[in-house]
């Protein structure tokens, strides 16, 4: 296991422009979106490269969803491959039940609400697409996304660093690979002034557990996380479909763990693995939440580790347990769903899943 928290003096370097051209045309974007306007959504799209098939996984009100295909193929006529799949695809609830993953199946037949949900089905599509080496996963509540250019710029540079192995040239290349996005800061506006705080209210309880559960599975002491929670977040196609994913806002500290856990060899011989923290130079603005919103994410942040409970340090269960503890919360178990990797994914074209661009004129199947 590598891990490296990476800062860059500069962000653009023209004669790696032909590198980053090579990445823009070879990831995959998956965009979560619920609530947040067409508007907001078209704002965040806009800053994604034209060249890169764009996925966005909405769930909103399903009476929505042709108004927001509309305005999208409106306003981004530049963007070839831009797909707007809705989470409650009656297609897509057909494929998971065939495929025997009825745990993200509700009493309606659809799948379940939740972020985690939401970048399963992205990945599962992005996959089948079939050339991406990279994906990418962007929140669409970003109020200024402009933040999004450092990022995808970041990404690239480490991602194609890895696969040409020159960033780490004393080390193999490896294709279990995941990049987060460490925000410089978050702040929010207050009185007219604008106020930072360094790391998110989930982050500053989770991110602490790691520490310690990277001492006792890797021997590395006192080695600061600030990335447990990120939701902007890159990884190679190879991790993408073999990690598992998990539910609702637990998701992205579960396949950390996860990511982890395969490095450690806690189910298997280990496997070779790099997580980069990039610490961005963008302040992030994003919807906030409240405390109550705050404290179900850190609940269902926690549970991840009860998911590896068997392999987990004594120092890093008795810490767990504490912060239950110190902030009376509720053990909370997330669902976990099996790796794309393991999925029938042969069965895509009988389940009737489509991937339709909003400039393309017809459907183009993409399970055969």
């Known amino acids: ?161 890895n696969s040409a192995n020159t960033f780490y040239p004393e080390r193999t290349p490896v294709d279990l690979h995941n990049v987060r996005i460490c925000w410089a800061s978050k702040p929010e506006i207050k009185h007219g002034k604008l106020q930072y705080t360094p790391m998110g209210r989930c982050t500053a309880v989770v991110s602490p557990l790691f520490s310690t559960l990277l001492e006792g599975w890797f021997g590395m002491a006192d080695y600061p996380i600030n990335s447990s929670n990120a939701g902007e977040q890159g990884l190679s196609m190879a991790a993408a479909t073999t990690l598992r994913f998990s539910s609702s806002y637990s998701v992205e500290t579960f396949q950390f763990l996860d990511l982890l856990a395969k490095a450690a060899g806690t189910n298997g011989l280990p496997r070779g693995a790099i997580l980069q923290q990039y610490q961005s130079k963008s302040p992030h603005f994003h919807t906030k939440r409240d405390d109550e919103h705050v404290r179900k994410m850190i609940a269902q942040s926690l549970g991840c580790f009860l998911i590896f409970k068997d392999h987990l340090p004594y120092q890093t269960e008795q810490q767990l347990y504490r912060i239950y503890d110190e902030m009376h919360l509720d053990i909370t178990y997330p669902l976990v769903y099996p790796a794309i990797e393991d999925l029938p994914l042969d069965q895509c074209a009988q389940s009737g899943l489509l991937l339709v661009a909003l400039h393309d004129e017809a459907a183009v199947s993409i399970g055969e």
Request: aromatic fraction near 12%; charge should be negative.
């Open 1 to 161: 296991m590598y891990i490296d928290t990476v800062k860059f003096s500069h962000i653009l370097e023209t004669d790696t422009l032909d590198d980053i051209n090579y990445f823009l045309s070879r990831t995959a974007f998956v965009i979560s979106h619920k609530s947040e306007s067409a508007e907001m959504l078209q704002g965040v799209l806009w800053y994604l490269p034209t060249n890169s098939p764009i996925i966005v996984v909405t769930n909103s009100p399903l009476e929505e969803m042709e108004y927001l295909k509309r305005h999208l193929k409106e306003n981004l006529v530049y963007h070839r491959s831009i797909y707007v799949i809705h989470q409650k695809d009656e297609a897509v609830a057909r494929f998971f039940a065939a495929s025997g993953v009825h745990h993200i199946l509700g009493d309606d037949g659809r799948v379940i609400n939740g972020k985690g949900e939401g970048m399963y089905v992205g990945t599962l599509f992005a996959a089948l697409l079939g050339y991406p080496q990279w994906i990418v996963f962007y929140d669409a509540d970003n109020l200024v996304p402009c933040a999004l250019l450092e990022y995808t710029l970041a990404m690239g540079r480490l991602f194609i660093a």
